[in-house]
């Protein structure tokens, strides 16, 4: 069986199913996977069938003040790397996202003559610009400055890998331009399988009892201008002359202030009481609140990390039957709703968007025939099992590996 080195700068427990099902469960059917974490707690190693993990104490690196100190840390587990902890040459070493941990197994890879893959999940300088325009602080503006030192760093090793995984196919012409040789495949985000066998619980949602709720689920930041998804509910339920309709608004809320913003704005009639911030909730809620709701919003601003992200949530909510209202300028979400048939796919515009929405709570059952054909096309076409059996496949061909 064939190895891969896994590099992440991911605290373990992996807690991002890209990681823990495409990668530990389903490529690791194929193929050895050596994983160096990081840990908060002491050095040690963990079999989990053909998954070698080897934790590296490190400080948590989800914690921005830590960003720095925790350079130390992870030179540490590279050092781990050089020094041959790994016993046996990997057939290829994969990095996922983190730039320090890119460079080195870039270098590693060119001193072994052996393929360097690299997996993009975001364009992340992007996202660090874009939160800078919309929330002004130290922390921010340090991010923003950071990001025109780390594009250029993210852009050479997408020129250089051997291998680069972005994250949905317009990352990848997005791209495209500074590839010069390698393969390219994207990997794109499917929805965990605990989502699809929750979804065969789900029954017509659309009216309950009168009851229509609009459902967004995903990050609450003032980058997705999420104040823009309660001006939507405010212009339907004023057209439509319904005082039962509800906007659940399910994530992380990144900024107190942001989140204020955002309660103050639902406290104003006619929408008091009408809509829900729940915060983030635990993933095994998840698809209970998606089915319980009539329609999944995914109305995200057309920034160039969303223009080439792949959407999550839109395959959340088609997995539990619901369908989906989306904006056509996200590329991944505008084809998953035009060939699932799912829902539709709007430009970003709250006037084309709440004339959809309406459609949906006119006609209920056209509501759950959309519904019942997204889930349709989730399940025959983006799962994790079928990501990684098509992966495997690209790299036989490239490599002209047998099976």
């Known amino acids: 069986m064939r190895t891969i080195i896994v590099l992440t700068r991911e605290l373990h427990p992996l807690k991002r199913v890209r990681l823990t099902e495409l990668f530990m469960k389903e490529v690791s059917k194929y193929y050895k996977l050596i994983w160096l974490l990081n840990s908060k707690g002491s050095s040690r190693r963990i079999q989990k069938g053909n ?16 960003e720095i100190f925790n350079i130390i840390h992870r030179i540490k587990k590279m050092v781990f790397l050089y020094r041959g902890k790994v016993e046996k040459m990997p057939d290829i070493l994969l990095v996922n996202d983190g730039l320090i941990e890119g460079f080195f197994g870039y270098v590693y890879c060119r001193y072994h003559n052996i393929p360097f893959s690299f997996y993009l999940s975001s364009i992340f300088y992007n996202m660090d610009r874009e939160l800078f325009k919309q929330e002004k602080n130290i922390i921010n503006l340090y991010k923003f400055l950071i990001s025109y030192i780390k594009e250029p760093l993210y852009r050479y090793l997408i020129r250089k890998c051997d291998i680069f995984h972005p994250i949905s196919n317009s990352m990848g012409r997005h791209f495209g331009r500074i590839r010069k040789n390698g393969m390219t495949y994207p990997l794109p985000l499917c929805p965990s399988n605990f989502f699809l066998d929750e979804g065969n619980k789900k029954e017509m949602a659309i009216s309950n ?19 823009n998804l309660i001006k939507l509910l405010e212009i339907v339920m004023e057209r439509t002359k319904n005082n039962n309709i509800h906007l659940h608004l399910v994530g992380r809320i990144y900024s107190r202030k942001y989140g204020e913003k955002l309660r103050v704005l639902s406290e104003k009639e006619p929408l008091k009481g009408h809509v829900k911030i729940m915060g983030e909730k635990p993933m095994q809620e998840i698809p209970r609140l998606i089915r319980n709701a009539s329609i999944g919003l995914s109305i995200l601003p057309p920034i160039e990390a ?98």
């Open 209 to 227: 009892n009168g009851k229509i709720v609009l459902i967004y689920i995903g990050q609450i930041t003032a980058v997705r201008k999420i104040e």
């Open 306 to 403: 969303y223009r080439v992200s792949s959407p999550t949530k839109v395959l959340e909510y088609l997995s539990q039957g619901i369908p989906v209202i989306c904006n056509s300028e996200i590329e991944d979400q505008n084809r998953i709703i035009v060939e699932s048939k799912g829902g539709f796919s709007v430009p970003y515009n709250l006037e084309e968007i709440s004339l959809k929405v309406m459609e949906l709570i006119e006609h209920p059952e056209k509501a759950y025939k959309l519904g019942t054909l997204g889930r349709g096309w989730i399940i025959n076409n983006r799962t994790y099992p079928i990501i990684a059996d098509r992966m495997n496949r690209e790299y036989l061909t490239y490599f002209g590996w047998r099976e």
């Open 51 to 66: 998954n070698d993990i080897i934790l590296i104490p490190c400080l948590d690196p989800t914690r921005s003040v830590n």
